[in-house]
């Protein structure tokens, strides 16, 4: 089953505005991962955040966690075009590797 | 590069017959590997856990015996949907655990099913 939800669903923006996403999930986490996935393929790890983590910059990728909350964000900033994808967010609980799937926002970085 | 590939890409088939998906792990072992359902604008939904040389491990509510998995050797998982129905048709993703860290991981490109 799924882990939580993401919000938006759906979001458009113009090119260089920052995004943000948010996600929720349910159960305790040894990890809270994002991937984006483009249009019909497989999906490509942006990055983990450790439960004991609050904040992880990577690029123009921002993410943070509110363990309290159950709570994510994913902030891409100076968005653009080539940005256009479907960006899911994922818990692992323990230290299977598996992974538990958000339900996901379909970001649109307009030129 | 690619570091998982799957084999096909798409395939179309008629009601009743079986189609066999491949996984594989380029240039390094995977002893787990994940079989995932993607339906048209929604999330990944987990299916099984691959385990080689043991049995499969099914999520709740996935019929193992209509989805069958066989992890034969460290590079490579099969999922075998077996009488395939028009509500099977979906996007399978197989992915594993990255080399370096274990706790990410690397997911194929996806085949698309359509069944007839």
């Known amino acids: 089953s799924q882990q939580g939800e993401e919000d938006p669903q759906a979001l458009s923006i113009q090119e260089g505005e920052n995004a943000t996403m948010n996600c929720s999930y349910k159960t305790s986490i040894n990890n809270l991962q994002w991937y984006r996935q483009n249009s019909g393929r497989g999906l490509v790890h942006l990055i983990l955040i450790r439960s004991n983590e609050r904040e992880k910059h990577s690029g123009r990728l921002r993410v943070t966690l509110d363990t309290s909350k159950k709570s994510s964000s994913l902030l891409i900033t100076a968005s653009r075009a080539a940005d256009t994808a479907s960006y899911f967010c994922a818990t692992a609980e323990d230290s299977s590797y598996k992974l538990i799937f958000g339900s996901g926002t379909r970001l649109l970085v307009r030129p | 590069g690619a570091v998982v590939s799957q084999h096909p890409s798409r395939v179309i088939c008629k009601s009743g017959t079986s189609v066999k998906i491949e996984c594989r792990s380029l240039?390094?072992?995977?002893?787990?590997m994940f079989w995932y359902r993607q339906f048209p604008k929604q999330s990944l939904m987990l299916m099984a856990t691959?385990?080689?040389?043991?049995?499969?491990?099914?999520e709740q509510g996935v019929e193992k015996d209509k989805f069958l998995i066989n992890h034969a050797s460290l590079t490579l998982s099969t999922l075998t949907v077996t009488s395939a129905h028009p509500e099977d048709s979906s996007f399978y993703i197989c992915?594993?655990?990255?080399?370096?860290?274990?706790?990410?991981?690397?997911f194929g490109p996806g085949t698309r099913l359509l069944v007839l």
């Open positions: 992915s594993a655990p990255t080399h370096g860290s274990q706790e990410t991981q690397y």
């Open positions: 691959s385990n080689e040389g043991s049995k499969a491990t099914y």
């Open positions: 240039d390094f072992q995977a002893t787990t």
